[in-house]
């Protein structure tokens, strides 16, 4: 059984910052993207940032510049510094990886929530 576990979130205030992690039960060496979405209140789920094995990273135009993926080795976690928060960065953020077999995994996700 496959987990990923998210954590991090919490509730700030704009221009503030936040960390998110996201556990995987699976060998790093294993995966070939990992990734986080974000899912706002009445929207549909969209990606955020990509980091791939190579370590190619890839950000959504509203995050870039001010989100960062990485790779956690030490806790074989996906992390995700969310820096100068706005309100519209609201919602629930989801990790998911893609193996090497191209299966997808997601996390059950964790609460992020910017006030004005």
């Known amino acids: 059984q496959v987990e990923l576990v998210e954590s991090g979130g919490g509730s700030v205030q704009a221009g503030g910052s936040l960390s998110l992690s996201c556990s995987i039960s699976?060998?790093?060496?294993?995966?070939?993207?990992m990734s986080w979405h974000r899912q706002a209140p009445g929207k549909e789920r969209e990606l955020v940032a990509t980091?791939?094995?190579?370590?190619?990273?890839d950000y959504a135009e509203p995050v870039r510049g001010r989100f960062t993926i990485s790779k956690d080795i030490y806790n074989n976690a996906v992390a995700l510094r969310l820096n100068r928060l706005r309100p519209d960065d609201t919602g629930i953020y989801y990790c998911?990886?893609?193996?090497?077999?191209?299966?997808?995994?997601w996390g059950q996700g964790t609460q992020v929530t910017v006030s004005s």
């Open positions: 980091l791939f094995a190579s370590g190619q990273t």
């Open positions: 998911n990886v893609e193996t090497l077999g191209t299966t997808n995994y």
């Open positions: 699976l060998p790093l060496g294993n995966i070939y993207r």
